[in-house]
């Protein structure tokens, strides 16, 4: 019995308890933790530290819904996003054609080197969508809700059936029927090439509702070119109380995932549950914004600060200060033993779409990101101060390389007075040393003759860089081409 006492002062002293006993022998303890001050009569908790910890619990899993719903919140603000800015509806069927900076601008971590050909249908709506691809090198993707590839368009033609959960697929048509999980997909394409051709390609893509199969209309290729003075919608996940309503729109919209049983309870505690109309408390609604403010900056920590323990295999060499964006992730999120957490917290966090292309391991095929967010001292990129990059020579992209930036805020390309946000191994005048390394610096004003190498940052405004390299070589997988981390030098 002696030394059960002991245990228990022993582990009260060790937790910063302290025990008071009274006349009738009976004790009272605070315990201070990582929640506030747990008080206990004898072993039972107080009802005033169970209504802390009844708090704390909720508070906890909004926060922790926050990172799960990462990679389904991309697409909840990038279709809206695509109807506002496109003058669309979830009706229509439609490809958005966006290039340059003001073309990519609304949409995360989109780089101006590449133009982009994106569709997106919410399948509940318009039924299930025929795509039609012609001869060509046509590469690209088919993602459900979650940034899932359900079907990568790897430069053969064909035609394909997007088919919703529960929708009816005819039994006399001739193609590939593309089941999805979830009624909101994304198709996203790129023709690779230059000149006419790949013009021609980029537009040679025909989508169209089955319903409209007996007489197809012509596709729709819409290009973004927003005016002077339009109204941007952004694909970048809302800070406020629109963020849990997006959530629950997919709720409503989308077939509950087997996975994620254990999550719908939680949102069920906090006022979101399928079937029901989304109407917090005053309490509920308190709560769920202060677990926002949480998430978001956990969100932030998971996806801009990567650990080993964590992420293995996604911090480049030793102490490189360059991160890969795609947090070694596998698109196909669900492994045989477990179905990955972090990295789609992560990869969700900060960027659109995700393909086998982007995570391939086959040298000089497919593309790599590299994601630099802090200085060689461990501070943030601040838009105030100028700052030093070098890419050293012959670096590992059998195609080409690019450095883009971006704003931490909304993880979209910077915005500045000169309307670049990279530079790139196929930028006209840019500077090299006479060992084929390059500088380049980010600051509110270039270095004298270094304007071509520059690219101009904000006061006030903090930013990060993705270094991109298409077709990535064997020394970038065997972590052999040097990489240095940014300098700050004024």
């Not at 915005?415 to 500088?439: A, F, H, M, P, Q």
Request: hydrophobic residues 35%.
């Amino acid at each position: 019995m002696k030394k059960i006492v002991m245990c228990t002062v022993a582990g009260a002293t060790l937790f910063g308890a302290t025990p008071q006993a009274d006349a009738w022998g009976s004790k009272t303890r605070t315990e201070k933790t990582y929640v506030g001050k747990l008080e206990y009569q004898d072993q039972t908790i107080t009802k005033e530290t169970a209504e802390l910890l009844h708090r704390q619990i909720l508070l906890q899993r909004a926060s922790q819904l926050v990172t799960w719903a990462m990679p389904m919140m991309n697409f909840e603000t990038l279709y809206p996003a695509m109807l506002s800015n496109q003058k669309m509806t979830e009706n229509d069927v439609f490809f958005s054609l966006c290039d340059g900076n003001d073309g990519v601008y609304p949409y995360m971590t989109a780089n101006v080197t590449t133009p982009y050909t994106i569709a997106m249908s919410d399948l509940s709506k318009t039924g299930p969508v025929v795509v039609e691809i012609p001869p060509g090198e046509i590469f690209g993707v088919i993602d459900d809700a979650w940034m899932q590839p359900i079907k990568e368009i790897d430069g053969k033609p064909g035609k394909l059936l997007l088919v919703g959960p529960g929708q009816d697929v005819p039994k006399n048509f001739k193609g590939e029927v593309i089941q999805s999980d979830t009624f909101l997909v994304l198709y996203f394409y790129r023709a690779l090439g230059t000149g006419d051709e790949a013009a021609k390609l980029r537009t040679a893509v025909k989508a169209f509702r089955l319903s409209d199969a007996a007489k197809p209309p012509k596709t729709n290729f819409v290009r973004y070119q927003p005016k002077p003075g339009d109204k941007v919608a952004l694909n970048t996940q809302p800070r406020d109380m629109s963020f849990w309503k997006l959530v629950n729109d997919y709720v409503q919209r989308e077939p509950m995932a087997e996975r994620d049983r254990f999550f719908y309870a939680w949102l069920k505690d906090l006022g979101i549950e399928k079937g029901k109309p989304f109407k917090p408390t005053a309490d509920q609604a308190a709560i769920l914004q202060q677990g926002l403010d949480v998430g978001m900056a956990m969100s932030q920590a998971i996806s801009f600060n990567k650990t080993r323990e964590m992420f293995p295999t996604s911090l480049y060499a030793k102490d490189s200060g360059w991160e890969d964006a795609m947090a070694g992730m596998n698109p196909k999120i669900d492994m045989e033993t477990y179905s990955e957490f972090n990295e789609r917290a992560s990869y969700g966090f900060e960027a659109t779409t995700t393909s086998a292309g982007m995570v391939s391991r086959v040298a000089g095929k497919g593309s790599a990101y590299l994601g630099a967010y802090y200085d060689a001292d461990g501070n943030a990129l601040r838009g105030g101060s100028t700052y030093k990059m070098t890419i050293g020579p012959n670096p590992p992209a059998a195609n080409f390389w690019s450095i883009t930036v971006y704003d931490i805020e909304n993880r979209l390309i910077i915005r500045n007075e000169t309307k670049r946000s990279d530079r790139s191994s196929r930028t006209e005048g840019l500077i090299k040393n006479t060992d084929g390394s390059v500088d380049l610096y980010f600051g509110p004003e270039a270095p004298e003759g270094k304007d071509s190498n520059w690219i101009q940052t904000n006061k006030g405004e903090s930013f990060f860089v993705y270094l991109r390299l298409y077709g990535p070589e064997q020394a970038y997988f065997d972590q052999t081409f040097p990489m240095h981390k940014i300098e700050k030098i004024k």
